[in-house]
């Protein structure tokens, strides 16, 4: 072990340690959250407390997958992020056809549930975020982590602009306004990290690349050298 904290590959281990110990925790904060808001939601008629407690849910798959990944190479990490933008468009559309099933059978939602769950799961995500500053740079896998985290605070701050405008004015408008606003972050962030994961395996198919060229043109050289 002494020798190995000589060199880079103990560095990466204790960096893989330190982002495997963030996602657990991370996870488990936002597996919580999303039975507490998806049956608060249920409960009291609204869609931007169910838009936001799919976001949980997204981000716990997000956290698994990036757990998953933390110790393997690029590529990988590339994948899992293209898994991340599929589920996080995935949870988008399905808002959309939620609010367009309330826009059809409108009722007003509960304000004070809205406002009480908002709440507590914004100061959840402010740790979540707390615990997710100091990763954000560090490749896309935490990188595409605290992006999903970043968002959930303005999905959260939307939930409680929710609650308050049911209480003013009395109707069902506020909540499904919000909650496609939810959609069209979820669908946002979605093409964002698709991009940079696209972006990722493309530069890791180059690497692939340059190396078998490098590989090769060596073997050529001795191939010519032994035929003169």
Known sequence: MAGCCNDKSCEIEA???RQSGTLKAVLAINAV???V???AGVLAGSL?????SLDMLGDALVYA??????ARAPRHKAYAALAKSAAMAAFGLFVLGEAGWKLLHPLTPAFEAIGIVGFIALLANLVCLTLLWRHRAEDINMRSVWLCSRNDIIANVSVLFAAAGVWASGSAWPDIAVGLGLAALFLRSAWTVLCEALAELAHARADVDAK??????PLADNGRRGSS
């Open 15 to 17: 960096l893989q340690r």
């Open 33 to 35: 959250m999303f039975a």
């Open 37 to 39: 808001e998806i049956t």
């Open 48 to 52: 931007a407390l169910m838009a936001d």
């Open 65 to 70: 997958f990036s757990l998953y990944v933390v």
């Open 212 to 217: 078998a060229a490098h590989v090769s043109t």
